[in-house]
């Protein structure tokens, strides 16, 4: 199934599979990838197949409303238009846009509305609109006037007066929402995300005031580097719990999603999460993985659970991450090669 712009989709059979496994771990919701859309039948398909099965969906925060920067370009370019994605400068483009895409997904039962702004591959909105003023009082001002049209839109294209909808903090967003300058709609619930590589949750987790019967939630990321050995499950059980357990004590449980990332290496995160999600972080690191390794390898299950716990105990723990003499943890391929690409880039060109 190839397509322009995401190299390929998922397959059809492989996302029954992954419905299933979901169900299997008590899950009910899905954000079927990091780009989806839903002008493509093929992507089209994938969301039916899950909505079919009961799950809730929804679509990936660089995606608001389903419309990522390249499901903008791709629905103007198949009308002949060139148009830029600017909500700066061009913000009825950008209500053309979103009202097709809300009408399409809204065929659909159990979708969660995802509402946002930002730029290209994951970036600040100003990181691909130079149009768009750098203070953060007028960037706040534009992110939160585009959430407000979004939900104008789901709720005039839907009929629904209270749509549920989410708004993931994460990068610039946390930074303007904990700052004040980011107005985020009553009705929307906000989701805290975790920092992987240190294995805790971000400064706006722990900083930003509660509003009164307003719903949060947590966005768990599974994979533990950006880059280097991506694929490697560096999140512990202990770790996973410890997180959900400070989500669980701040109340913030109206949501609960969790990025896997790489499904087939990184299942134990992923399995861990579901456990205590839905059984209570006050259940034993130590209990849900001799469970898991049980499920998994009945017959040496003692040996699997003691060779993870070999492994979790090399990597450092929380407390050793906050200690500037073990900056060590970030020194593996990725990661210092794009250190290394950050000094190159100090030299003049031709050096």
């Not at 608001?64 to 994605?85: D, I, M």
């Not at 007066?161 to 004040?180: D, F, I, K, Q, V």
């Not at 001799?290 to 990597?315: D, I, N, P, V």
């Not at 200690?323 to 050096?351: A, H, S, T």
Request: a neutral charge; hydrophobic letters at 35%; glycine letters at 8%.
């Amino acid at each position: 199934m190839d397509y322009l712009f995401y190299s390929r989709i998922m397959n059809h059979q492989t996302m029954d599979e992954i419905v299933e496994a979901a169900l299997r771990n008590r899950l009910n919701y899905l954000i079927p990838a990091s780009f989806q859309d839903i002008d493509s039948p093929a992507d089209e398909e994938n969301i039916r197949r899950i909505t079919d099965r009961g799950l809730y969906i929804s679509q990936h925060h660089i995606e608001p409303l389903g419309v990522s920067h390249f499901a903008f370009r791709s629905y103007f370019n198949s009308r002949g238009r060139q148009e830029q994605p600017s909500y700066y400068t061009r913000p009825q483009v950008f209500d053309e846009v979103w009202r097709h895409y809300v009408r399409k997904w809204a065929k659909y039962k159990r979708v969660i509305w995802q509402v946002g702004l930002r730029g290209d591959v994951d970036r600040a909105v100003w990181k691909s609109d130079p149009a768009v003023p750098r203070s953060m009082e007028a960037a706040g001002k534009l992110i939160s006037d585009a959430l407000a049209h979004q939900l104008r839109i789901i709720r005039e294209e839907t009929g629904d007066a209270c749509p549920p909808a989410t708004m993931t903090l994460w990068s610039e967003g946390a930074n303007l929402y904990r700052n004040g300058y980011l107005k985020v709609p009553d009705n929307v619930i906000i989701v805290f995300a975790n920092i992987p590589e240190k294995q805790e949750m971000d400064r706006d987790f722990h900083e930003v005031p509660r509003r009164p019967g307003g719903g949060y939630g947590v966005y768990h990321h599974n994979g533990f580097y950006y880059r280097g050995p991506h694929m490697a499950q560096g999140h512990s059980p202990e770790s996973i719990r410890q997180l959900l357990s400070q989500v669980a004590e701040r109340g913030d449980t109206a949501y609960a999603l969790s990025n896997v990332q790489c499904l087939r290496e990184l299942v134990l995160g992923a399995g861990m999460f579901s456990r205590f999600a839905f059984d209570g972080p006050q259940l034993s690191a130590d209990v849900a993985l001799a469970h898991w390794c049980k499920t998994m390898m009945r017959g040496r299950s003692a040996q699997l659970a003691a060779a993870y716990g070999e492994y979790f105990s090399a990597y450092l723990t929380r407390e050793e991450m906050h200690n500037p003499d073990q900056f060590m943890c970030r020194w593996l391929d990725g990661e210092l090669r794009e250190v290394g690409i950050r000094c190159l880039d100090k030299y003049p060109k031709g050096f």
